[in-house]
């Protein structure tokens, strides 16, 4: 006789597409198709339009720790022309702004290597929304709406995930990235910036140590600010409610314009809920030198860290010449799902996972 312990065994061991496997995960997956159909009406009733961008890039994209999928064009003369799976609809999105659209988005697969966990996807779905002459500011309302758009569809009064718990109908906190440094880790970090962006190495690290956090003598300045963010900081975001992390410091916001308000921080917020982060947004960088100059910084720190480099899409740095103010937002839909759903893993709620947890 088989006892409760083999069932969940096998529960473990079977793949998604297993009858009873799929029959557990309908729920989430319905849920999913409820909670796209309402963000599309939300904004489609705000008059943006939604677009469908081409999977297949001359470069998936130039930040540091993003790793793309590599594959090949061959044409009919057998020549041949390296592509990526695009890790972002950005460089796309942000052709069609320059082409004349105002108000866009798109839910777009998106493919990224080196990421799989209870949270993470080699293959997902991006949500990015641009508003052309808005600012940023404006995609924190929308990310409030959209929290409690999903959580209606999704049928959860609170998100819960790991023990923690976020009212998706509260009105998001907005805390700096300073002020966040300076409440969770009792860290200035401000002073480590000086006005021109550079960034001061050994006296973040001093103050990192103080914190009682781990560091290592290769360390960059981006290294100490990442441990920071990861061990003291995105653990307490999200709690209660939502959390708008903004102002990010200028090095790391690879494709966002500086703040007008300090040029030492960039217009670049992060909303979490329950400590998971769900979007990345940006007032949206339109110097062309200045981007030129940022995507060959991260392609060497990516050179000396993983012996790799990707092509810089020229096509996207002649169109962001003639495209207009905007702001944009990308936000990982498979992990509002899994939290609008009740869920605990992302492969839940994804109707056919490239990984399925063992």
Known sequence: ???IADNEREAVASPWWKPHVHADRRGFLLARNRIQVALRAFFAADDFIEVDTAILQTSPGNETHLHAFSSELIDEKGDREPLYLH???EFACKKLLAAGERRLFTFAHVFRNRETSPTHQPEFTMLEWYRTGETYRSLMIDCAEIL?????AGGQSLFRFRGKECDPYAEPERLTVAEAFRRHAG?????TIAKNGTTDRDGLKAAVEQAGIRTSEDDSWSDLFSRVIVEKIEPNL????AT????????EAALARKSRRDGRVSER?????????LANAFGELTDVKEQRRRFEADMDEKERLYGERYPIDEAFLEALAIMPDASGAALGFDRLVMLAAGASRIEQVIWTPVRWQR
């Open 187 to 191: 860290i200035e970090l401000l002073p």
């Open 238 to 241: 999200g709690i209660g409610r």
């Open 148 to 152: 409690r758009l999903a959580a209606e």
């Open 87 to 89: 890790t972002s609809p």
């Open 269 to 277: 917020f992060e909303l979490y809920a329950c400590g998971v982060e």
């Open 244 to 251: 708008i992390l903004y102002e990010y410091p200028v090095s």
């Open 1 to 3: 006789m088989r006892n």
